[in-house]
Every structure is written in structure tokens, then in C-alpha cells.
């Protein structure tokens, strides 16, 4: 059986090359400027309070997490999906892209800047070279532990010193 063979890895995936790309250049600021728009219109930017926005996000990303219920690992491309429920995915991804671009307009957060700044960081955190081919966390790799011992050594050194000890 398939899904009792599945090891968390999927099979024959291309490293380099995938063909696969989006049909628009959308920017987010653009969704974000639609949905002002859209909620304007009708007076809904009084309900668009950030929790009241967050927990509508939540509710999204739950109504795309049903689509996936109960069917098992899925490959990539849903080949397993009927055309009906590959739209019910993108409307609902869809759903929750335009959300969080509320969520962070509510929020005064430039999203764009906030999405290329964690980048950075994520290749600072998992450098290709430490995590090539690897899918654990960044704090489980021994280089990073070794990275980080001297400034636990630093902090102990600098709780004595606070607290007058040698
Ligand atoms: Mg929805």
C-alpha cells in the first residue's frame, strides 16, 4: 500500500528546473490595497480590528485544511483532487493570502519587508551547506550548538559577575 510505504519524503522530486510558476505578478501590495478597497466599500473596516482579522485567517486556513482531511499523504499537483476541489484549494489559499495582507495593514506591518528580512534569516539559520538534504531544526545541528556555546559561557560569566561570585 502506498501510504504505508510513505517515509515523509516524496519520490521523483526535481531539485532543479520545476516548471511550475504563477500566472500574475500580483504584488501584495496590491492585495492588500484590494481588500482596503473591498471592506471600504461596505463599511466593514470597523470589524477589522487585528484579532477579529487573525482569527479570520485562522478560520480560512482551517476551511483549506478540511479540503486535505481524511485523504492521507496527497503528491504533488493533487493529482488525487477533482477539478471542483483544486479550485476549492486556491479560493481558499486565496482566502487566506488576502487575510494576513489585512492582518498586517491592521497591523502597521510592511509584509513585503517582513517576508525579505526572514529570508535572511532562514539562510543565516540554515546555511545550504550545514542542511543540504537535512530536514531537522537549525538548534539541532552540532555546529550550531558549538556556535552558540561561548555565548552561554558569556551569559554564566556575566551572572557571576552580576552576582558579585567568581
Ligand atoms: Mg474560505
Keep these: ?3 504505508g510505504s510513505y517515509n515523509g519524503r516524496l519520490s521523483n522530486v526535481p531539485d532543479e528546473g520545476d516548471e511550475f510558476r504563477f500566472s500574475s505578478d500580483m504584488s501584495l501590495e496590491e492585495v492588500r490595497d484590494l481588500q482596503n478597497k473591498f471592506c471600504r466599500e461596505r463599511q ?9 482579522v487573525l482569527l479570520a485567517m485562522v478560520g480560512e486556513v482551517g476551511e483549506l485544511s478540511e479540503l486535505f482531511q481524511w ?3 496527497v503528491q504533488r499537483g493533487l493529482p488525487e483532487f477533482s477539478s471542483e ?11 487566506v493570502l488576502i487575510y494576513l495582507c489585512d492582518l498586517a495593514e491592521q497591523c502597521k506591518i510592511d509584509l513585503p519587508q517582513a517576508v525579505r528580512d526572514k529570508f535572511q534569516k532562514n539562510a543565516q539559520k540554515y546555511p545550504s551547506g550545514r542542511v543540504f538534504g537535512r530536514s531537522n531544526k537549525y538548534n539541532d545541528y552540532t555546529e550550531y550548538k558549538e556556535e552558540q556555546a561561548p555565548v552561554t559561557l558569556n551569559r554564566s560569566r556575566e551572572r557571576e559577575e552580576a552576582d558579585g561570585s567568581e
Excluded: I, L, S, Y
Design 71 to 73: 485523504k492521507g499523504e
Design 1 to 3: 500500500m502506498a501510504q
Design 85 to 95: 476541489e483544486k479550485v476549492q484549494v486556491g479560493e481558499e489559499m486565496a482566502d
Design 44 to 52: 466593514w473596516g470597523q470589524f477589522h480590528a487585528p484579532r477579529n
